[in-house]
């Protein structure tokens, strides 16, 4: 929780707010709601690749294949502050990917760069350690 007197405490609660709605679509698997967490374009740094996320690039495929083959759902570990103003938040977090019998698949360290965009708050910049 954002300490009230902190000089960005509406931006951090906006942000936090976006993780909150990013993780429910994607463990919904509700692409045009997690596309709505978004402002684009995104960057994505994992894998060894960088890649430039547009509107439509997001598919209801891509729940079930790949390093998502077995995923049911994930959860944040931890959401910490970095940095943040007025209209940029970094995040330090880690986030763990579950099977449907509850065991883990993996916990992922990333950075999340959430930005007030035309005022619309949303990822702009993720980097992990996931698949």
């Known amino acids: 929780m954002v300490q009230s ?7 951090i609660e906006a942000a936090q707010q976006v993780l909150d709605d990013f993780m429910t ?10 596309d709505a967490t978004f402002n684009f374009p ?5 894998s060894g690749k960088m890649v430039i996320i547009r ?15 077995e995923w049911d759902h994930s959860a944040w570990a931890r ?4 940095h943040a103003g007025d209209d940029k938040v970094h995040l330090d977090t880690r986030f763990t990917r579950y099977r449907a ?21 949303g990822v702009k910049i993720r980097s992990s350690y996931a698949p």
């Open 101 to 121: 019998d509850g065991s883990v698949i993996g916990g992922f360290d990333s950075i999340y760069v959430i930005t007030c965009e035309g005022g619309h708050w």
């Open 79 to 82: 959401r910490a502050v970095v």
């Open 42 to 46: 995104s960057v994505r740094l994992a």
């Open 5 to 11: 007197n902190h000089p960005h405490a509406e931006a």
């Open 55 to 69: 509107p439509g690039d997001h598919k209801a495929e891509m729940f079930g294949r790949g390093p998502l083959a």
């Open 25 to 34: 679509a994607f463990n919904a698997r509700d692409v045009k709601a997690w």
